[in-house]
């Protein structure tokens, strides 16, 4: 069973950065997907971004797009979200996911792990 640690999550002024980190526990292969997906109250669950196995990624979701970046470091086994130019309407809980494939995809249902989720709270 792999859990995902997330860190990183917090309140940040509107303008403002953070950087999530999400590392699977224990080391998972450094050949699978993963991404991002967050749920803000009251909302459904969206996709945010993803990296495939290989290091590419998939279009970023419209919202975050110029803003976000996905990346990844397979010598630490952590995955990243670098959150600039932060909005209030980013506020949400933010889930690290991970897929047992290397094609990353932005469907909830493909992927078979998923982390707690970090809080983020933009205030205006």
């Known amino acids: 069973q792999v859990q995902l640690v997330e860190s990183g999550g917090g309140l940040v002024q509107a303008g403002g950065s953070l950087r999530l980190s999400c590392a699977p526990s224990p080391r998972a292969s450094s050949t699978y997907a993963m991404g991002w997906f967050r749920q803000a109250p009251g909302k459904e669950r969206e996709f945010v971004a993803a990296i495939s196995g290989t290091g590419g990624t998939i279009p970023y979701a419209n919202s975050v797009k110029g803003r976000f970046t996905i990346s990844r470091d397979n010598s630490k086994n952590t995955v990243y979200l670098q959150m600039n130019s932060l909005k209030p309407e980013d506020t949400a809980v933010y889930y690290c996911?991970?897929?047992?494939?290397?094609?990353?995809?932005?469907?909830?249902?493909?992927?078979?792990?998923w982390g707690q989720g970090a809080q983020v709270t933009v205030s205006s």
């Open positions: 996911t991970l897929r047992t494939s290397w094609v990353a995809t932005d469907t909830p249902g493909s992927y078979n792990y």
